[in-house]
């Protein structure tokens, strides 16, 4: 190998590699690859041409004359640059319109075009495509030195993009993971101090009605009126950590113990309460999405809340029953009754919840019978983490008196 064309090789290789691992945008990183290429080989054309599945390549990159024109130009598996990519050795002619290997497959782009080399961009199990240089028809053919450091580049640099494309996935799952640990602590913990808070400053609110003077009981319920509105802002903020991102490797997908949770709220309402609710588990739950135990647990805490601020109940009753590719929560008092004003308020939004993850919501309440809130959600029985989706069709339950 030429050492001053050698030296030149591995002065470009460590520049795309700088590049490569430190970030860089793809597309750029590909083309000073092609162009660091047409450099070394001295050629008037530079192209990095990328595999697809059924072996056809594209041009992904390319540097020199008609380089506007060529991107996404597609040649057949069966091309010489095409061969080369599936892992087979260099290819090189002296005139590639002529040379009965390569000549059935010129474009017409490619036509004003004579000495021809293509090298696997990669090596081993890591080749991503064909780096192939051209010089314009009656030029001098590429020389074997030329043709070896071409390949050894083509190869160096092939495996080092394969690499920082893997670091780069790996990254993204990571990041991933910690924004949705920051959304599940935001959820599952912040959020429910908060809502144990509102509701004991209500509960106390209640009780000392008369003691406190109008302006006492107002700043009160400001405060109270301010901790709901926190809730609902730390809640659409779990929404953006989450939505964002791609979705994840499937063993990085995230999923949430709905029982858990459960447990959780109902033992705050118990607090709040002065009396420990019934809880009734029926059903595998560790593995329902987040976002369908998100929807879950929502209704669940609207629930109970109505119960602690409004019912009077003195026996509460919570059922979370998985079955059939369905979850179905009921939650039941003996209380007064929710009023009308809180129902349209507040339970509407679990209406809506319902009805965007293709569920079900119901609710039946009068102060004589108490209040029923039931809340049901197709789930999938797949793999952990999956998503809810709109059901085609949903077993229907009956609620008498509700709306």
Same mark, same amino acid.
């Given at each position: 190998?030429?050492?001053?064309?050698?030296?030149?090789?591995?002065?470009?290789a460590t520049d795309i590699t700088t590049a490569a691992l430190s970030g860089d945008e793809p597309d750029a990183v590909l083309t000073t690859v092609v162009r660091k290429a047409?450099?070394?080989?001295?050629?008037?054309?530079?192209?990095?041409?990328?595999?697809?599945?059924?072996?056809?390549?594209?041009?992904?990159?390319?540097?020199?004359?008609?380089?506007?024109?060529?991107?996404?130009?597609?040649?057949?598996?069966?091309?010489?640059? *095409?061969?080369?990519?599936?892992?087979?050795?260099? +290819?090189? #002619?002296?005139?590639?319109?002529?040379?009965?290997?390569?000549?059935?497959?010129?474009?017409?782009?490619?036509?004003?075009?004579?000495?021809? #080399?293509?090298?696997?961009?990669?090596?081993?199990?890591?080749?991503?495509?064909?780096?192939?240089?051209?010089?314009?028809?009656?030029?001098?053919?590429?020389?074997?030195?030329?043709?070896?450091?071409?390949?050894?580049?083509?190869?160096?640099?092939?495996?080092?993009?394969?690499?920082?494309?893997?670091?780069?996935?790996?990254?993204?799952?990571?990041?991933?993971?910690?924004?949705?640990?920051?959304?599940?602590?935001?959820?599952?913990?912040? +959020?429910?101090?908060?809502?144990?808070?509102?509701?004991?400053?209500?509960?106390?609110?209640?009780?000392?009605?008369?003691?406190?003077?109008?302006?006492?009981?107002?700043?009160?319920?400001?405060?109270?009126?301010?901790?709901?509105?926190?809730?609902?802002?730390?809640?659409?903020?779990?929404?953006?950590?989450?939505?964002?991102?791609?979705?994840?490797?499937?063993?990085?997908?995230?999923?949430?113990?709905?029982?858990?949770?459960?447990?959780?709220?109902?033992?705050?309402? *118990?607090?709040?309460?002065?009396?420990?609710?019934?809880?009734?588990?029926?059903?595998?739950? #560790?593995?329902?999405?987040?976002?369908?135990?998100?929807?879950?647990?929502?209704?669940?805490?609207? #629930?109970?809340?109505?119960?602690?601020?409004?019912?009077?109940?003195?026996?509460?009753?919570?059922?979370?029953?998985?079955?059939?590719?369905?979850?179905?929560?009921?939650?039941?008092?003996?209380?007064s009754g929710v009023p009308q004003g809180v129902a349209t308020r507040g339970l509407r939004h679990l209406a809506e919840r319902a009805e965007s993850a293709g569920g079900k919501?119901?609710?039946?309440?009068?102060?004589?019978? *108490?209040?029923?809130?039931?809340?049901?959600?197709?789930?999938?029985?797949?793999?952990? *983490?999956?998503?809810?989706?709109?059901?085609?069709?949903?077993?229907e339950t009956k609620v008498d008196g509700g709306p």
């Amino acid at each position: 190998m030429e050492p001053t064309l050698a030296a030149q090789a591995l002065s470009a290789a460590t520049d795309i590699t700088t590049a490569a691992l430190s970030g860089d945008e793809p597309d750029a990183v590909l083309t000073t690859v092609v162009r660091k290429a047409a450099e070394l080989a001295r050629a008037d054309l530079g192209l990095v041409m990328v595999r697809a599945d059924d072996g056809c390549v594209s041009v992904e990159a390319a540097h020199g004359a008609y380089e506007g024109d060529l991107r996404g130009l597609t040649l057949p598996a069966e091309s010489s640059a *095409g061969r080369v990519a599936r892992g087979g050795e260099t +290819v090189v #002619a002296d005139d590639f319109t002529a040379d009965p290997r390569t000549a059935p497959y010129v474009p017409d782009e490619l036509s004003g075009f004579g000495p021809f #080399a293509a090298a696997p961009f990669g090596s081993g199990g890591r080749v991503l495509g064909s780096l192939a240089v051209y010089r314009v028809w009656a030029a001098e053919p590429f020389s074997p030195a030329t043709v070896e450091v071409l390949t050894a580049f083509a190869a160096q640099v092939g495996v080092v993009l394969a690499l920082a494309e893997g670091a780069t996935a790996r990254h993204r799952v990571t990041l991933y993971q910690e924004r949705e640990r920051i959304a599940r602590e935001l959820h599952d913990v912040i +959020v429910q101090r908060l809502y144990a808070a509102g509701m004991q400053l209500d509960r106390v609110r209640r009780r000392m009605r008369k003691r406190f003077a109008g302006t006492d009981a107002a700043r009160l319920g400001e405060a109270i009126d301010q901790l709901d509105q926190t809730i609902d802002e730390i809640r659409a903020t779990v929404r953006e950590l989450r939505s964002p991102e791609p979705e994840p490797e499937p063993e990085f997908t995230p999923h949430t113990d709905l029982a858990e949770s459960a447990r959780g709220e109902v033992r705050i309402a *118990g607090e709040l309460l002065g009396f420990p609710p019934t809880l009734e588990l029926s059903g595998e739950f #560790a593995d329902v999405a987040t976002e369908c135990a998100d929807h879950i647990r929502a209704a669940l805490r609207e #629930a109970l809340s109505n119960v602690v601020r409004h019912s009077g109940a003195s026996e509460v009753r919570v059922s979370l029953q998985r079955e059939g590719g369905q979850v179905r929560l009921r939650v039941r008092d003996n209380g007064s009754g929710v009023p009308q004003g809180v129902a349209t308020r507040g339970l509407r939004h679990l209406a809506e919840r319902a009805e965007s993850a293709g569920g079900k919501f119901y609710l039946n309440s009068s102060p004589s019978l *108490g209040t029923l809130v039931a809340f049901d959600l197709p789930v999938d029985d797949g793999p952990p *983490g999956a998503p809810c989706h709109e059901a085609d069709s949903f077993g229907e339950t009956k609620v008498d008196g509700g709306p």
